[in-house]
């Protein structure tokens, strides 16, 4: 049974950082592109950001370019999020999705999704 | 962007009802649209991929139809469990995925 679940979430002050996680089983996960989307009640589901199988490919929606960034550790089975210079709007619930395919490419979908964890950037 | 408008935003509808949700795309995505259903406190669900192949373990009364700019998801007859948020998720521009801001289905 494929399980994603994610940790790392909680209240912080604007400017500040955090460091998402999201520990997966029931796949093999180094061959799998994985992706972080967010979740507002004011805005819905918004993707934040994917990282290919190999780490080969890394891109960023505008709104976290140069503050997050997305990362792996195969051995871990685990994919992560840095986020940095944290701001109110980044107030969310964080999934990590798995892609169906090795590469994050045109056609592709996310067939399984972790259950979130919530971020909370305010002072 | 490629923007993602879904219609109704939200639809109250009977057990045994049929409702059909519409998606339109800002640009043709010929037929890289996804079908997600969200429930309260719990993760989107795959329903339906490349706008009209159901998902395994997806119940039959679901399909999706469209391609270019205007897809739709149709619920045959609508079941207790169907009540829920249903999301449409456009591929064509991957990794620059969007979404539409959603349809709750609520119980009439």
């Known amino acids: 049974e494929v399980q994603l679940v994610e940790s790392g979430g909680g209240l912080v002050q604007p400017g500040r950082s955090l460091r998402l996680s999201c520990a997966a089983s029931g796949f093999t996960f180094h061959g799998y592109a994985m992706h972080w989307v967010r979740q507002t009640p004011g805005k819905g589901l918004e993707w934040v950001s994917s990282i290919n199988w190999n780490n080969g490919n890394i891109d960023y929606a505008d709104s976290v370019k140069g503050r997050f960034t997305i990362s792996r550790d195969d051995a871990k089975n685990s994919l992560y999020l840095q986020m940095d210079s944290l701001r109110p709007e980044d107030t969310a619930l964080y999934y990590c999705?798995?892609?169906?395919?090795?590469?994050?490419?045109?056609?592709?979908?996310?067939?399984?999704w972790g259950q979130g964890t919530l971020v909370t950037v305010s002072s | 962007d490629i923007q993602m408008t879904q219609s109704p935003s939200s639809l109250s509808a009977s057990v045994g009802d049929r409702v059909t949700i519409t998606c339109r795309a800002s640009?043709?995505?010929?037929?890289?649209l996804n079908w997600y259903q969200q429930k309260p406190g719990k993760a989107p669900i795959l329903l339906i991929y490349?706008?009209?192949n159901l998902q395994s373990g997806v119940p039959s009364r679901f399909s999706g139809r469209g391609s270019g700019t205007d897809f739709t998801l149709t619920i045959s007859s609508l079941q207790p469990e169907d009540f829920a948020t249903y999301y449409c998720?456009?591929?064509?521009?991957?990794?620059?995925?969007?979404f539409g801001q959603g349809t709750k289905l609520e119980i009439k």
């Open positions: 490349a706008a009209s």
């Open positions: 998720q456009q591929s064509y521009s991957s990794p620059l995925y969007t």
């Open positions: 640009q043709s995505i010929t037929s890289f």
């Open positions: 999705a798995k892609d169906i395919g090795g590469i994050a490419t045109v056609g592709n979908y996310f067939d399984y």
